[in-house]
């Protein structure tokens, strides 16, 4: 299993949002600050199953294709997990 971190401007974040729901990725939004002028952006928290990691990263990739000036939209993360536990 892995975690994937991925932190995006608040415009950005719905679209993703939206379409990972859509293809049955739970996600956990959190709201943060950050960046030279501290401006909004929500963190995406995704833990998803090793078979499943690369098909959610192509979907993060389409929605968020690149400027013409070619700023960067996202930054993105993907960790293991040594444990998962609900309780």
Do not use: C, N
């Amino acid at each position: 299993m892995k975690m994937i971190i991925l932190i995006v401007k608040d415009h950005d974040s719905d679209p993703i949002t939206q379409a990972l729901t859509a293809e049955k990725y739970r996600i956990t939004r959190v709201a943060s600050t950050g960046g030279f002028l501290r401006s909004g952006v929500v963190t995406l928290l995704l833990g998803v199953r090793d078979e499943r990691v690369e098909s959610a990263l192509e979907l993060i990739r389409r929605k968020l294709t690149p400027p013409p000036s070619g700023e960067r939209r996202a930054t993105l993360f993907v960790v293991p997990v040594e444990l998962f536990e609900q309780v």
